[in-house]
């Protein structure tokens, strides 16, 4: 469904695509190790987010130690593509 609606607005799309894959939650959890299939490393719930994410008092991106920085979809502002 999702490739029908792009190829309305870009016609030939569908012609482009060479291969596909499809993961369910369970087969990332299993093949890449994440908790439940979650990408984001964990619920996006209000206790996980802003200055809680990954846990309170560690949510900005400088670290304790010189020069280490959190990223990833686990750290604020969490997964997904923002902006």
Partial sequence: RVIGIIEEYAPGFRSLILGMDVLSPLDMEQIIGL??????????????????????????????AKNLYLAGSGAHPGGGVMG
């Fill in 35 to 64: 908790h439940k299939g979650n990408i984001h490393h964990g619920a996006l719930g209000l206790h996980q987010l802003a200055y809680a994410r990954p846990v309170p008092g560690w949510s900005s991106h400088r670290m304790p």
